[in-house]
């Protein structure tokens, strides 16, 4: 059973445009939403993550929108550029316990120029 | 070092042979992860150490599979009679436990890119 599913698998948008990548899960206990950023030959890297008492979070270009009644949370990505383009994951883990992240199937963005 | 650190980066094997990747956390870190990424896919879950608990090993695809965590720090993947459908890059990630309502993050490794032939 996969705790936390991610959409779409792939995406192409064009440079300027929005990139949004969606998450959900199931387990009401998940108190903390990384989003991890891998560029082709490295490992992921954290880009921006949001805890459930706020509802978005925004560093720079990108926002994390966070729905707790829905248990969905989204990666929008503004004016893109073709330096984002990258593999995003989003995870999930209960931070105050044994602090096991789940992580989505991942997302591959592609921004063209 | 200061980063999560993956050995060999490449690894070249013959199928029906077995391989060892080695994975040396970030000093500290009590929790320690291995996935699987077959080329441009997501994170195949593999194994998940935490402390002296019992690991984690429901995402082991079969039983050539294994991973070991000594002394609570280093990890190593033993891969047993390799086929090419376990060609992947290999990642290791670890985290630190933390209590409260501190942030904590995953540290990934560059990976081990396993090639069977």
């Known amino acids: 059973q996969q705790q936390v599913k991610q959409s779409p698998q792939s995406l192409i948008v064009q440079k300027g445009g929005i990139s949004i990548i969606n998450c959900a899960y199931e387990?009401?206990?998940?108190?903390?939403f990384p989003w991890y950023q891998q560029f082709p030959g490295k490992g992921p890297a954290l880009l921006i993550a949001?805890?459930?008492?706020?509802s978005e979070k925004k560093e720079g270009r990108f926002t994390i929108s966070f729905n707790k009644s829905a248990k969905q949370f989204s990666l929008h990505i503004m004016d893109s550029q073709p330096g984002d383009s990258a593999t995003y994951f989003c995870?999930?883990?209960?931070?105050?316990?044994?602090?096991?992240?789940?992580f989505g199937s991942g997302t591959k963005l592609n921004v063209k120029p | 070092g200061a980063g999560v650190s993956q050995s060999p980066s490449n690894k070249v094997t013959e199928k029906g042979k077995d391989v060892e990747l080695r994975c040396d956390p970030i000093?500290?870190?009590?929790?320690l992860y291995w996935y699987r990424q077959s080329l441009g896919q997501g994170l195949e879950f593999l194994i998940y150490?935490?402390?002296?608990?019992?690991?984690?090993k429901s995402g082991l695809p079969s039983d050539r599979f294994s991973a070991e965590r000594t002394g609570g720090s280093v990890s190593t993947l033993t891969i047993q009679r390799t086929q090419q459908e376990d060609s992947a890059v290999y990642l290791c990630?670890?985290?630190?436990?933390?209590?409260?309502?501190?942030?904590?993050?995953?540290?990934f490794g560059q990976g081990t890119r396993l090639t069977v032939v």
């Open positions: 150490f935490q402390g002296n608990s019992a690991p984690d």
């Open positions: 000093s500290g870190h009590t929790a």
């Open positions: 995870a999930a883990t209960v931070s105050y316990n044994f602090n096991k992240f789940y």
């Open positions: 387990n009401t206990a998940f108190d903390y």
């Open positions: 949001i805890r459930p008492d706020v």
């Open positions: 990630a670890s985290s630190s436990r933390v209590g409260g309502n501190k942030n904590t993050e995953a540290f």
